[in-house]
């Protein structure tokens, strides 16, 4: 049986499994595309932390691959796309079809099962440029060079597909924080979820006999601490907070004040319907139709706030990256970015890092400050 739910990321009633229940807070990520410089160290961090056991060898819960080319498995997202059939927005209106109620004949939704060599490669395709005809050295599309770095963990969707796949009833989504998690008491290993996640973000373990995924560290979230991704990311791309639904976004929250109120930060292919709670802020030098395929119609405004000068913006993009524990709130005055948890001021950081010319010779201690490699 499946039940109406609203999905506000696509400004539309679908179908889902289950009716509509949402977390009382919900956990979810900004990722800012623009400055991730595809290290691994968030990669490393979660699979040393989580998945370094018998049978967990090939799965990375955190994965970052280049765009266009790059993906963990291979064409995760390109082979289901192709099966979900034309999307059409009306304006930010989503009327096409979601993968809910678009399964083959007694399937639940629309999925696909990667082979066992797809997962093999995790970043095929790495720092693969497209072509320019005129000046490049290849031969391809008719658009200016362009890749970007994608990270990608699992969403913690309002509306899970791993979720509504499983017969056994095995996924569940936390009620105090919106986690998705699979029991592994529960789970049988029928697979549904691999095939049921658009996102391919449950990975079955062949030595247990059981799927597993990402868990969103939550031992330290309970703690008010962030995800083992999120506080190593060397290029301080990532920041984790909770989200509220558009019509209780504050101003001062800074999950809000990115998705609803800035709009600065978009959903990784809204259109399969799942509610995603990581969210993108759109690389700014790629191709706007390839974009709006992958993160909907709001990217060319997000864009363009993005490359705006906007001081509270700027100022929280300081705060990505500055303390090991979740920012909960934060305001931008007098040229700092403060952020706070339980109201108490935990980091303070300049919007404008001080610019500082050191004398060439210091008179005091005698000696020439000058760069020797
Ligand atoms: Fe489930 Fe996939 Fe959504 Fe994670 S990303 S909650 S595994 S459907
Ligand atoms: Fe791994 Fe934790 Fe990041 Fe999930 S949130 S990908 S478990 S490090
Ligand atoms: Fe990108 Fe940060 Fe991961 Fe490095 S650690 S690959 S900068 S997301
Ligand atoms: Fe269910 Fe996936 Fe386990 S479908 S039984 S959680 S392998």
Same mark, same amino acid.
């Given at each position: 049986?499946s039940?109406?739910?609203?999905?506000?990321?696509?400004k539309?009633?679908?179908?889902? *499994?289950?009716?509509?229940?949402?977390?009382?807070?919900?956990?979810?990520?900004?990722?800012?595309?623009?400055?991730?410089?595809?290290?691994?160290?968030?990669?490393?961090?979660?699979?040393?932390?989580?998945?370094?056991?018998?049978? +967990?060898?090939?799965?990375?819960?955190?994965?970052?691959?280049? /765009?266009?080319?790059?993906?963990?498995?291979?064409?995760?997202?390109?082979?289901?796309?192709?099966?979900?059939?034309?999307?059409?927005?009306?304006?930010?209106?989503?009327?096409?079809?979601?993968?809910?109620?678009?399964?083959?004949?007694?399937?639940?939704l629309?999925? $696909?099962?990667?082979?066992? /060599?797809?997962?093999?490669?995790?970043n @095929?395709?790495?720092?693969?440029?497209?072509?320019?005809? +005129?000046d490049?050295?290849?031969?391809?599309?008719?658009?200016?060079?362009?890749?970007?770095y994608?990270?990608?963990?699992?969403?913690?969707?309002t509306?899970?597909?791993?979720?509504?796949?499983?017969?056994r009833?095995? @996924?569940?989504?936390?009620?105090e924080?919106? !986690?998705?998690?699979?029991?592994? +008491?529960?789970?049988?290993?029928?697979?549904?979820?691999?095939?049921?996640?658009?996102?391919?973000?449950?990975?079955?373990?062949?030595?247990?006999?059981?799927?597993?995924?990402? !868990?969103?560290?939550?031992?330290?979230?309970?703690?008010?601490?962030?995800?083992?991704?999120?506080?190593?990311?060397?290029?301080?791309?990532?920041?984790?907070?909770?989200?509220?639904?558009?019509?209780?976004a504050?101003?001062?929250?800074?999950?809000?004040?990115?998705?609803? @109120?800035?709009?600065?930060?978009?959903?990784?292919?809204?259109?399969?319907?799942?509610?995603?709670?990581?969210?993108? $802020?759109?690389?700014?030098?790629?191709?706007?139709?390839?974009?709006?395929?992958?993160?909907?119609?709001?990217?060319?405004?997000? $864009?363009?706030?993005?490359?705006?000068?906007?001081?509270?913006?700027?100022?929280?993009? *300081?705060?990505?990256?500055?303390?090991?524990?979740?920012? +909960?709130?934060?305001?931008v005055?007098?040229?700092?970015? @403060?952020?706070?948890?339980?109201?108490?001021?935990?980091? /303070?950081?300049?919007?404008?890092e001080?610019?500082?010319?050191?004398?060439?010779?210091?008179?005091?201690?005698?000696?020439?400050?000058?760069?020797?490699?």
């Open positions: 049986m039940h109406k739910v609203y999905n506000w990321q696509l539309s009633d679908m179908i889902y *499994k289950y009716e509509e229940s949402r977390p009382k807070k919900q956990i979810a990520w900004v990722f800012d595309t623009n400055k991730c410089i595809a290290c691994q160290t968030c990669t490393m961090a979660c699979k040393t932390t989580w998945t370094c056991g018998k049978g +967990e060898e090939y799965m990375f819960w955190n994965n970052v691959e280049s /765009r266009p080319y790059g993906f963990y498995p291979l064409g995760w997202d390109v082979k289901l796309l192709e099966k979900l059939g034309k999307q059409e927005w009306d304006g930010d209106k989503y009327v096409g079809r979601t993968i809910f109620g678009s399964g083959e004949e007694g399937e639940e629309a999925g $696909i099962t990667p082979e066992d /060599r797809d997962w093999a490669h995790p @095929i395709g790495e720092d693969e440029v497209t072509a320019q005809i +005129e490049g050295a290849y031969f391809g599309l008719p658009h200016m060079s362009w890749m970007f994608l990270a990608r963990i699992c969403n913690h969707c509306y899970p597909g791993c979720l509504a796949a499983c017969p009833k095995a @996924i569940y989504k936390r009620k924080d919106g !986690i998705v998690l699979i029991d592994q +008491e529960r789970c049988r290993g029928y697979r549904k979820c691999v095939k049921g996640c658009p996102y391919k973000k449950a990975m079955f373990n062949l030595m247990t006999g059981r799927s597993e995924k990402c !868990i969103a560290c939550y031992p330290a979230l309970e703690k008010g601490i962030k995800t083992r991704c999120v506080e190593n990311c060397i290029g301080k791309i990532r920041i984790v907070s909770w989200l509220s639904t558009p019509d209780k504050r101003e001062d929250a800074p999950l809000d004040y990115l998705v609803h @109120i800035k709009k600065v930060a978009l959903p990784l292919y809204p259109q399969f319907g799942t509610e995603p709670n990581v969210y993108y $802020i759109p690389p700014i030098h790629v191709d706007a139709k390839y974009l709006k395929q992958m993160f909907g119609p709001g990217v060319e405004d997000a $864009i363009k706030t993005y490359r705006g000068n906007d001081e509270t913006l700027v100022g929280l993009i *300081k705060l990505f990256g500055s303390t090991d524990r979740i920012i +909960e709130t934060f305001k005055e007098n040229g700092n970015a @403060i952020g706070f948890s339980n109201g108490e001021e935990i980091v /303070r950081v300049p919007v404008k001080p610019v500082i010319i050191r004398e060439f010779h210091d008179e005091k201690l005698d000696v020439y400050r000058h760069s020797v490699t």
